[in-house]
Protein backbone atom coordinates (compact mmCIF):
# COMPACT_ATOMS: atom_id res chain seq x y z
CA UNK A 1 0.00 0.00 0.00
CA UNK A 2 1.39 3.83 -1.08
CA UNK A 3 1.70 6.42 2.03
CA UNK A 4 0.53 9.03 -0.61
CA UNK A 5 -1.23 9.27 -3.89
CA UNK A 6 -0.35 12.03 -5.89
CA UNK A 7 -3.33 12.93 -8.07
CA UNK A 8 -1.91 15.02 -11.36
CA UNK A 9 1.72 15.25 -12.65
CA UNK A 10 1.66 19.29 -13.34
CA UNK A 11 4.41 21.40 -11.09
CA UNK A 12 2.26 21.06 -7.94
CA UNK A 13 1.96 16.65 -8.36
CA UNK A 14 5.82 16.52 -9.38
CA UNK A 15 6.71 19.03 -6.31
CA UNK A 16 3.94 17.39 -4.10
CA UNK A 17 5.11 13.50 -4.67
CA UNK A 18 9.23 14.16 -5.25
CA UNK A 19 8.86 16.17 -1.75
CA UNK A 20 6.78 13.07 -0.30
CA UNK A 21 9.30 10.84 -1.47
CA UNK A 22 12.12 12.24 -0.13
CA UNK A 23 10.28 12.19 3.15
CA UNK A 24 10.59 8.77 3.34
CA UNK A 25 6.73 8.36 1.89
CA UNK A 26 5.86 5.65 -0.25
CA UNK A 27 4.36 7.16 -3.17
CA UNK A 28 2.67 7.36 -6.61
CA UNK A 29 1.78 9.77 -8.72
CA UNK A 30 -1.00 9.50 -11.56
CA UNK A 31 -1.97 11.59 -14.01
CA UNK A 32 -4.58 11.03 -17.06
CA UNK A 33 -2.81 12.58 -19.68
CA UNK A 34 -1.17 10.68 -22.23
CA UNK A 35 2.19 12.30 -21.99
CA UNK A 36 3.72 14.42 -19.17
CA UNK A 37 4.06 17.69 -20.52
CA UNK A 38 1.53 17.78 -23.06
CA UNK A 39 -0.84 19.25 -24.52
CA UNK A 40 0.80 22.34 -23.59
CA UNK A 41 -1.53 24.41 -20.76
CA UNK A 42 0.58 27.43 -20.49
CA UNK A 43 2.95 30.50 -22.14
CA UNK A 44 6.44 29.20 -20.93
CA UNK A 45 7.33 32.11 -18.67
CA UNK A 46 9.18 31.69 -15.10
CA UNK A 47 11.59 33.50 -13.36
CA UNK A 48 14.87 32.10 -13.26
CA UNK A 49 15.76 33.34 -9.56
CA UNK A 50 12.12 31.83 -8.74
CA UNK A 51 12.75 28.29 -9.37
CA UNK A 52 16.49 28.38 -8.13
CA UNK A 53 14.97 29.06 -4.74
CA UNK A 54 12.91 26.37 -5.21
CA UNK A 55 16.11 24.25 -6.19
CA UNK A 56 15.57 23.46 -10.05
CA UNK A 57 18.48 24.44 -11.45
CA UNK A 58 17.40 25.75 -15.28
CA UNK A 59 18.88 23.27 -17.64
CA UNK A 60 19.84 24.31 -20.99
CA UNK A 61 17.53 21.93 -23.04
CA UNK A 62 14.57 23.53 -21.86
CA UNK A 63 15.40 27.30 -21.49
CA UNK A 64 15.03 28.70 -24.81
CA UNK A 65 16.34 32.51 -23.85
CA UNK A 66 16.16 34.64 -20.83
CA UNK A 67 15.57 38.39 -20.66
CA UNK A 68 16.19 41.61 -18.67
CA UNK A 69 14.15 43.68 -20.99
CA UNK A 70 10.55 44.07 -20.96
CA UNK A 71 8.58 47.06 -24.05
CA UNK A 72 4.86 47.97 -23.77
CA UNK A 73 4.25 49.28 -26.88
CA UNK A 74 0.77 50.97 -27.36
CA UNK A 75 0.07 52.19 -30.71
CA UNK A 76 2.83 54.49 -31.73
CA UNK A 77 4.12 54.64 -27.33
CA UNK A 78 6.67 52.18 -26.55
CA UNK A 79 7.89 51.86 -22.64
CA UNK A 80 10.69 49.98 -22.04
CA UNK A 81 11.06 48.29 -18.39
CA UNK A 82 14.87 46.52 -17.76
CA UNK A 83 14.92 44.44 -14.77
CA UNK A 84 17.91 44.96 -12.80
CA UNK A 85 17.53 42.53 -10.20
CA UNK A 86 15.24 39.97 -11.99
CA UNK A 87 15.71 37.40 -15.00
CA UNK A 88 12.87 35.94 -16.96
CA UNK A 89 13.01 33.25 -18.66
CA UNK A 90 11.38 31.55 -21.69
CA UNK A 91 11.07 27.84 -21.50
CA UNK A 92 9.79 24.68 -23.19
CA UNK A 93 7.06 24.03 -20.69
CA UNK A 94 6.60 20.58 -21.97
CA UNK A 95 10.28 19.74 -21.53
CA UNK A 96 10.54 21.38 -17.83
CA UNK A 97 7.33 19.39 -16.93
CA UNK A 98 8.68 16.10 -17.77
CA UNK A 99 12.53 17.50 -15.94
CA UNK A 100 10.02 17.84 -12.79
CA UNK A 101 8.65 14.61 -13.16
CA UNK A 102 11.80 12.64 -13.71
CA UNK A 103 13.33 14.73 -10.36
CA UNK A 104 10.12 13.05 -8.60
CA UNK A 105 11.06 9.56 -9.93
CA UNK A 106 14.66 9.99 -8.93
CA UNK A 107 13.83 11.04 -5.51
CA UNK A 108 11.87 7.40 -5.31
CA UNK A 109 8.29 8.24 -6.54
CA UNK A 110 6.50 6.04 -8.57
CA UNK A 111 4.78 7.53 -11.84
CA UNK A 112 1.81 6.31 -13.81
CA UNK A 113 0.27 8.41 -16.68
CA UNK A 114 -2.83 7.54 -18.89
CA UNK A 115 -4.21 6.90 -15.54
CA UNK A 116 -7.72 8.76 -14.45
CA UNK A 117 -8.22 9.22 -10.65
CA UNK A 118 -12.11 8.85 -11.43
CA UNK A 119 -12.99 8.90 -8.00
CA UNK A 120 -11.93 8.80 -3.68
CA UNK A 121 -12.41 5.75 -1.87
CA UNK A 122 -14.11 6.65 1.49
CA UNK A 123 -14.23 4.95 4.72
CA UNK A 124 -16.05 6.37 7.91
CA UNK A 125 -15.75 10.18 6.33
CA UNK A 126 -12.63 9.66 5.64
CA UNK A 127 -10.81 9.54 1.99
CA UNK A 128 -8.86 6.14 1.92
CA UNK A 129 -7.64 6.00 -1.58
CA UNK A 130 -8.65 6.24 -4.85
CA UNK A 131 -10.56 4.58 -7.85
CA UNK A 132 -7.86 4.41 -10.71
CA UNK A 133 -8.47 4.23 -14.44
CA UNK A 134 -6.61 2.78 -16.99
CA UNK A 135 -7.60 2.04 -20.17
CA UNK A 136 -10.70 -0.15 -19.67
CA UNK A 137 -9.59 -1.15 -16.26
CA UNK A 138 -10.62 -0.11 -12.91
CA UNK A 139 -9.12 -0.88 -9.81
CA UNK A 140 -8.62 0.97 -6.13
CA UNK A 141 -5.50 1.64 -4.49
CA UNK A 142 -5.51 2.00 -1.17
CA UNK A 143 -3.29 5.12 0.65
CA UNK A 144 -3.00 6.88 3.93
CA UNK A 145 -3.27 10.39 2.24
CA UNK A 146 -4.47 11.38 -1.48
CA UNK A 147 -2.98 14.57 -2.74
CA UNK A 148 -5.00 16.13 -4.76
CA UNK A 149 -2.63 18.18 -7.64
CA UNK A 150 -5.65 18.15 -10.55
CA UNK A 151 -5.37 21.93 -11.44
CA UNK A 152 -8.55 23.87 -12.48
CA UNK A 153 -10.98 21.68 -13.38
CA UNK A 154 -11.42 19.03 -11.15
CA UNK A 155 -14.87 17.43 -11.44
CA UNK A 156 -13.59 14.62 -9.48
CA UNK A 157 -13.63 16.72 -6.07
CA UNK A 158 -17.62 17.35 -6.65
CA UNK A 159 -17.90 14.08 -4.86
CA UNK A 160 -17.04 15.63 -1.78
CA UNK A 161 -19.79 18.43 -1.59
CA UNK A 162 -18.20 19.87 1.54
CA UNK A 163 -14.86 20.69 -0.89
CA UNK A 164 -16.71 22.61 -3.05
CA UNK A 165 -19.27 25.76 -3.51
CA UNK A 166 -18.67 28.48 -5.43
CA UNK A 167 -19.60 27.92 -9.75
CA UNK A 168 -17.34 27.70 -11.98
CA UNK A 169 -16.84 30.40 -14.63
CA UNK A 170 -14.59 31.49 -17.53
CA UNK A 171 -12.49 34.25 -16.54
CA UNK A 172 -10.45 34.68 -19.27
CA UNK A 173 -9.96 33.12 -22.97
CA UNK A 174 -5.75 32.68 -24.47
CA UNK A 175 -4.79 31.60 -27.94
CA UNK A 176 -0.86 31.06 -28.19
CA UNK A 177 0.59 30.70 -31.39
CA UNK A 178 4.21 29.48 -31.85
CA UNK A 179 5.16 31.56 -34.97
CA UNK A 180 8.25 31.12 -37.25
CA UNK A 181 9.07 33.81 -39.16
CA UNK A 182 12.31 36.28 -39.68
CA UNK A 183 11.82 38.41 -36.64
CA UNK A 184 15.29 39.69 -36.38
CA UNK A 185 16.85 40.23 -33.70
CA UNK A 186 14.36 40.40 -30.64
CA UNK A 187 15.90 40.58 -27.53
CA UNK A 188 12.64 41.66 -25.32
CA UNK A 189 9.52 39.89 -24.30
CA UNK A 190 7.16 42.66 -26.03
CA UNK A 191 3.54 43.47 -24.83
CA UNK A 192 0.95 45.03 -27.10
CA UNK A 193 -2.32 46.13 -24.65
CA UNK A 194 -5.20 46.20 -26.99
CA UNK A 195 -7.28 49.67 -27.61
CA UNK A 196 -10.10 48.67 -25.58
CA UNK A 197 -7.68 47.36 -22.58
CA UNK A 198 -10.08 44.21 -22.59
CA UNK A 199 -7.06 42.39 -24.07
CA UNK A 200 -3.48 41.61 -24.04
CA UNK A 201 -0.72 40.47 -27.19
CA UNK A 202 2.79 39.25 -26.20
CA UNK A 203 5.65 38.44 -28.10
CA UNK A 204 8.08 35.93 -26.66
CA UNK A 205 10.96 34.67 -28.56
CA UNK A 206 11.88 31.48 -28.61
CA UNK A 207 15.33 31.89 -30.65
CA UNK A 208 16.21 30.85 -34.05
CA UNK A 209 13.03 32.84 -35.34
CA UNK A 210 10.66 31.19 -33.35
CA UNK A 211 8.40 33.48 -30.78
CA UNK A 212 5.42 32.46 -28.73
CA UNK A 213 2.57 34.85 -30.11
CA UNK A 214 -0.17 35.11 -27.25
CA UNK A 215 -3.21 36.31 -27.05
CA UNK A 216 -4.75 37.01 -22.88
CA UNK A 217 -8.50 38.39 -23.58
CA UNK A 218 -10.65 39.26 -20.12
CA UNK A 219 -13.61 38.78 -22.92
CA UNK A 220 -13.93 34.94 -23.05
CA UNK A 221 -16.92 35.59 -26.15
CA UNK A 222 -14.01 36.81 -28.67
CA UNK A 223 -12.76 35.22 -31.44
CA UNK A 224 -9.50 34.66 -30.80
CA UNK A 225 -8.02 32.85 -34.07
CA UNK A 226 -9.32 36.07 -35.47
CA UNK A 227 -7.41 38.38 -33.33
CA UNK A 228 -4.69 36.82 -33.52
CA UNK A 229 -4.46 36.76 -37.87
CA UNK A 230 -5.26 40.50 -37.25
CA UNK A 231 -2.61 40.91 -34.76
CA UNK A 232 0.15 39.34 -36.74
CA UNK A 233 -0.76 40.67 -39.77
CA UNK A 234 -1.25 44.55 -39.40
CA UNK A 235 0.61 45.06 -35.93
CA UNK A 236 3.92 42.47 -36.20
CA UNK A 237 3.47 43.04 -39.80
CA UNK A 238 5.81 40.16 -41.14
CA UNK A 239 6.74 39.83 -44.39
CA UNK A 240 5.78 35.93 -43.97
CA UNK A 241 5.33 34.09 -41.12
CA UNK A 242 3.79 30.18 -40.43
CA UNK A 243 2.29 28.75 -37.68
CA UNK A 244 3.99 25.61 -36.18
CA UNK A 245 1.52 25.21 -33.02
CA UNK A 246 -2.12 27.14 -31.80
CA UNK A 247 -3.27 26.37 -28.31
CA UNK A 248 -6.22 28.16 -27.09
CA UNK A 249 -7.70 27.23 -24.09
CA UNK A 250 -10.50 29.09 -21.51
CA UNK A 251 -9.03 30.06 -18.26
CA UNK A 252 -12.14 28.76 -15.32
CA UNK A 253 -12.44 30.28 -11.98
CA UNK A 254 -13.10 26.83 -11.26
CA UNK A 255 -15.44 25.71 -8.36
CA UNK A 256 -13.51 27.11 -5.79
CA UNK A 257 -13.08 24.77 -2.70
CA UNK A 258 -14.16 26.04 0.60
CA UNK A 259 -11.12 23.72 2.64
CA UNK A 260 -7.80 22.88 1.94
CA UNK A 261 -8.71 19.35 2.49
CA UNK A 262 -10.88 16.90 4.49
CA UNK A 263 -10.07 13.96 6.36
CA UNK A 264 -7.11 11.91 4.34
CA UNK A 265 -7.36 14.60 1.35
CA UNK A 266 -5.11 17.63 0.68
CA UNK A 267 -5.85 20.15 -2.33
CA UNK A 268 -2.52 21.81 -3.72
CA UNK A 269 -1.74 23.75 -6.45
CA UNK A 270 -4.60 25.68 -9.02
CA UNK A 271 -6.68 23.08 -7.48
CA UNK A 272 -6.66 25.27 -4.34
CA UNK A 273 -9.02 27.75 -6.33
CA UNK A 274 -6.81 29.99 -4.34
CA UNK A 275 -6.78 33.88 -6.04
CA UNK A 276 -8.70 32.02 -9.50
CA UNK A 277 -10.74 35.48 -9.35
CA UNK A 278 -7.35 37.32 -10.33
CA UNK A 279 -5.82 34.84 -12.08
CA UNK A 280 -3.94 32.11 -12.27
CA UNK A 281 -1.17 30.75 -9.31
CA UNK A 282 1.71 30.33 -11.24
CA UNK A 283 4.02 27.51 -12.22
CA UNK A 284 6.38 28.73 -9.37
CA UNK A 285 3.95 29.32 -6.25
CA UNK A 286 1.89 26.06 -7.38
CA UNK A 287 5.02 24.30 -6.77
CA UNK A 288 5.67 25.73 -3.51
CA UNK A 289 1.95 24.47 -2.42
CA UNK A 290 3.23 20.61 -3.40
CA UNK A 291 6.11 20.96 -1.04
CA UNK A 292 3.93 22.36 1.71
CA UNK A 293 1.30 20.07 1.08
CA UNK A 294 3.91 16.79 1.25
CA UNK A 295 5.05 18.37 4.95
CA UNK A 296 1.68 18.54 5.94
CA UNK A 297 0.83 15.15 4.41
CA UNK A 298 3.98 13.34 6.20
CA UNK A 299 2.49 15.29 10.02
CA UNK A 300 -0.57 13.69 9.39
CA UNK A 301 0.53 9.97 8.68
CA UNK A 302 3.14 10.61 11.86
CA UNK A 303 0.42 11.74 14.04
CA UNK A 304 -2.56 9.33 12.74
CA UNK A 305 -4.98 12.72 12.82
CA UNK A 306 -6.33 15.48 10.42
CA UNK A 307 -4.98 18.69 11.41
CA UNK A 308 -6.99 21.61 9.84
CA UNK A 309 -4.28 23.38 7.07
CA UNK A 310 -4.59 26.11 8.74
CA UNK A 311 -0.88 26.67 8.43
CA UNK A 312 -0.65 25.25 4.96
CA UNK A 313 -3.27 27.42 3.83
CA UNK A 314 -1.48 30.86 6.04
CA UNK A 315 1.93 29.96 3.70
CA UNK A 316 0.04 29.96 0.35
CA UNK A 317 -1.64 32.81 0.95
CA UNK A 318 1.86 34.66 2.05
CA UNK A 319 3.20 33.84 -1.49
CA UNK A 320 -0.16 34.13 -4.07
CA UNK A 321 -2.54 36.57 -1.49
CA UNK A 322 -0.75 40.10 -2.86
CA UNK A 323 -2.39 39.50 -5.93
CA UNK A 324 -5.41 39.73 -4.07
CA UNK A 325 -4.82 42.82 -2.37
CA UNK A 326 -4.07 44.86 -5.38
CA UNK A 327 -7.65 44.85 -7.35
CA UNK A 328 -5.77 44.20 -10.29
CA UNK A 329 -9.16 43.65 -11.80
CA UNK A 330 -10.81 46.54 -10.65
CA UNK A 331 -8.40 49.00 -11.61
CA UNK A 332 -8.09 47.22 -15.10
CA UNK A 333 -11.49 48.32 -15.55
CA UNK A 334 -10.77 51.64 -14.33
CA UNK A 335 -8.51 52.36 -16.67
CA UNK A 336 -8.58 54.28 -20.07
CA UNK A 337 -6.45 53.92 -23.08
CA UNK A 338 -5.49 58.08 -22.77
CA UNK A 339 -4.10 57.31 -19.52
CA UNK A 340 -2.28 54.01 -19.95
CA UNK A 341 -1.01 56.21 -23.16
CA UNK A 342 0.01 59.09 -21.58
CA UNK A 343 1.84 56.95 -18.31
CA UNK A 344 3.54 55.05 -20.81
CA UNK A 345 4.88 58.45 -22.86
CA UNK A 346 5.80 59.95 -19.26
CA UNK A 347 7.83 56.68 -18.20
CA UNK A 348 9.80 56.43 -20.83
CA UNK A 349 12.80 53.57 -19.59
CA UNK A 350 12.38 52.58 -16.54
CA UNK A 351 14.44 50.69 -14.05
CA UNK A 352 12.97 47.85 -12.01
CA UNK A 353 14.55 46.38 -8.53
CA UNK A 354 11.81 44.13 -8.08
CA UNK A 355 12.51 41.30 -5.74
CA UNK A 356 10.80 38.37 -7.69
CA UNK A 357 7.11 40.58 -8.94
CA UNK A 358 6.21 40.53 -11.86
CA UNK A 359 3.25 42.10 -10.74
CA UNK A 360 4.83 45.34 -9.94
CA UNK A 361 5.28 46.18 -13.26
CA UNK A 362 1.57 46.12 -13.99
CA UNK A 363 0.96 47.82 -11.06
CA UNK A 364 3.29 50.86 -12.38
CA UNK A 365 0.96 51.19 -15.11
CA UNK A 366 -2.66 50.49 -13.79
C1 LIG B 1 -3.19 29.96 -20.64
C2 LIG B 1 -2.33 29.89 -19.43
C3 LIG B 1 -1.05 30.43 -19.44
C4 LIG B 1 -0.22 30.36 -18.32
N1 LIG B 1 1.05 30.87 -18.36
C5 LIG B 1 1.87 30.77 -17.30
C6 LIG B 1 3.21 31.26 -17.34
O1 LIG B 1 3.69 31.78 -18.35
N2 LIG B 1 3.97 31.15 -16.22
C7 LIG B 1 3.46 30.58 -15.06
O2 LIG B 1 4.18 30.52 -14.05
N3 LIG B 1 2.21 30.07 -15.02
C8 LIG B 1 1.40 30.16 -16.11
N4 LIG B 1 0.13 29.65 -16.06
C9 LIG B 1 -0.33 29.00 -14.84
C10 LIG B 1 0.22 27.58 -14.73
O3 LIG B 1 -0.08 26.85 -15.90
C11 LIG B 1 -0.43 26.92 -13.52
O4 LIG B 1 -0.25 27.74 -12.40
C12 LIG B 1 0.20 25.56 -13.23
O5 LIG B 1 0.16 24.72 -14.36
C13 LIG B 1 -0.58 24.93 -12.09
O6 LIG B 1 -0.01 23.72 -11.76
P1 LIG B 1 -0.86 22.55 -11.07
O7 LIG B 1 0.12 21.46 -10.88
O8 LIG B 1 -1.62 23.07 -9.93
O9 LIG B 1 -1.98 22.13 -12.14
P2 LIG B 1 -1.84 21.68 -13.64
O10 LIG B 1 -0.57 22.15 -14.23
O11 LIG B 1 -3.11 22.08 -14.29
O12 LIG B 1 -1.77 20.09 -13.57
C14 LIG B 1 -2.88 19.31 -13.25
C15 LIG B 1 -2.63 17.90 -13.74
O13 LIG B 1 -3.57 17.03 -13.12
C16 LIG B 1 -4.03 16.08 -14.06
N5 LIG B 1 -5.34 15.61 -13.60
C17 LIG B 1 -6.44 16.36 -13.32
N6 LIG B 1 -7.44 15.59 -12.87
C18 LIG B 1 -6.98 14.33 -12.87
C19 LIG B 1 -7.55 13.09 -12.51
N7 LIG B 1 -8.81 13.00 -12.06
N8 LIG B 1 -6.80 11.97 -12.64
C20 LIG B 1 -5.52 12.04 -13.11
N9 LIG B 1 -4.93 13.20 -13.47
C21 LIG B 1 -5.64 14.32 -13.34
C22 LIG B 1 -4.08 16.87 -15.36
O14 LIG B 1 -4.00 16.00 -16.48
C23 LIG B 1 -2.84 17.75 -15.23
O15 LIG B 1 -1.70 17.13 -15.78
C24 LIG B 1 -0.70 29.73 -17.17
C25 LIG B 1 -1.99 29.17 -17.14
C26 LIG B 1 -2.80 29.26 -18.26
C27 LIG B 1 -4.17 28.66 -18.23
Request: hydrophobic share 40%; glycine share 8%.
Amino acid sequence: MYDVIVIGSGPAGCAASKKCAELGLRTLMVDRRLEIGAPLRDFEIVSRDGLQSLGIDIEKHWLDLSFRKIQIIFGNVRSTVILDDMEICSIEADKFEKHIAALSSRAGADIMIKTEAVSFVMERGTVSGVRLRSGNAENEEKCRIVIFAGGVDSPILHGIPELVYSGDRVVARTLQRRVVADFGKLDSIDLYPGDNLRHIFAVIPKGDNLANVVLVSRDASIDAVRYMNDFMDNVLKLKKWGSLQDVSSEVHSGKIPLKLGVPGLILTGESTGINHDNWVMGIENAYSSGVWAAEAAKKMIENGEFEELSEYRKKIMEVTGHIENRNFREKLDNLDADALRSRLTASGTLHFQMHGSLLDILEKFL
